[in-house]
C-alpha cells in the first residue's frame, strides 16, 4: 500500500480505445445487464436478514451494492449462529461454474487463515471474489484484481475486511517500536502499513486501533480510484469498511 501521495493507478495498455473496447466486451459476456443503484446500510434486523438470506439459484445474484451487502449480512448472521448453509456447492453448480462466474462482491481481505471470505459470509462457489494479502496491503497487483472484480465482472460491491489479532499489523507495529527489520519480504508488508499505525493508543490497544485504521486507509485509496470512483457517484458500486472479530465471529463496519 502506498501512501496517499502516491495512489497507486491501473495501467490503460497500450491503447484507450482498445481497452475500452475489451472492457465493453468482457462486460457483456461475463455480466450482461448493468446495475442499478440502490440505497443501503450494514446491519439488518434479524427478520430482514433471515428474509434476504435464501437464493434459489445463481441467477439470482445481487445486482447492486444494498442487496450484495445484505446478503453478506445474512452470510454471517448464518457463520455466528452456526446456522451455515454452505451453498452452491452442488454438482449442478459446479458443471455451471465451467462456462462463467458471476460473483456479487469483491472481498479484500487479510491472508489470516481464520478469515475466510466465504466461510464467515457463508458463502459458496462463485459468489466472491476474494483477494488476499497481508494486513490488507494494497499494491499494484491487488488493485488490479480489484479493479478487474469491479470493471470486468460488474461486482457492485467491494469491502475491504480487517480482522482482530491481526498478525501483520501487530508485526509493523513492533518494528516500527523496536526498529528492528524484519526478514525478507515481511518488511514491505510493515512499511505499506506504517502510515496507519495510530500513535494515539499504546500497547495492545494500538495494534487493535491500527487494524481500523488500515481498512480506512485501504478503503479510501480505492474510492480514490477515478475508474472506480466514477462507479461509486453512479451508484453502481459501494466500497465499505469492516472487522471480522475472531472472538465473536461478527462482521462488523468501520466508519
Not at 174 to 187: K, M, R, S, V
Amino acid at each position: 500500500m502506498t501512501p496517499s501521495s502516491s495512489q497507486p493507478h491501473i495501467s490503460q495498455g497500450p491503447s484507450a480505445a482498445t481497452s475500452s473496447s475489451r472492457r465493453t466486451l468482457l462486460r457483456t459476456a461475463l455480466t450482461g445487464a448493468a446495475l442499478t443503484a440502490g440505497s443501503w446500510a450494514w446491519d439488518l434486523p434479524a427478520a430482514s436478514a433471515a428474509s434476504a438470506a435464501p437464493r434459489a439459484d445463481e441467477k439470482q445474484r445481487p445486482a447492486t451494492p444494498a442487496a450484495a451487502l445484505r446478503e453478506l449480512n445474512a452470510g454471517n448472521r448464518r457463520w455466528r449462529t452456526h446456522h451455515e448453509r454452505h451453498p452452491h456447492e452442488s454438482l449442478a453448480v459446479r458443471r455451471e461454474m465451467v462456462t462463467g462466474q458471476h460473483p456479487f462482491a469483491v472481498v479484500l481481505g487479510c491472508i489470516d487463515s481464520r478469515v475466510a471470505p466465504e466461510l464467515v459470509f457463508d458463502q459458496g462457489l462463485g459468489d466472491l471474489l476474494t483477494v488476499r494479502s497481508a494486513g490488507e496491503v494494497l499494491d499494484e497487483a491487488v488493485l488490479g484484481s480489484v479493479a478487474y472484480g469491479v470493471l470486468e465482472l460488474g461486482i457492485p460491491l467491494v469491502v475491504v475486511l480487517g480482522h482482530q489479532s491481526c498478525g501483520a499489523v501487530s508485526a509493523a507495529v513492533h518494528a516500527e517500536q523496536t526498529g528492528e527489520p524484519l526478514p525478507a519480504h515481511i518488511q514491505y508488508i510493515a512499511d505499506q502499513i506504517k502510515p496507519a499505525i495510530d500513535h494515539s493508543h499504546e500497547g495492545p490497544a494500538r495494534i487493535d486501533a491500527t487494524v481500523s485504521a488500515q481498512v480506512r486507509r485501504v478503503r479510501s485509496q480505492l474510492a480514490a480510484e477515478p475508474d472506480l470512483a466514477t462507479r461509486i457517484r453512479a451508484g453502481r458500486l459501494a466500497i465499505v469498511g469492516a472487522r471480522y472479530e475472531l472472538t465473536s465471529q461478527l462482521v462488523h463496519p468501520i466508519d
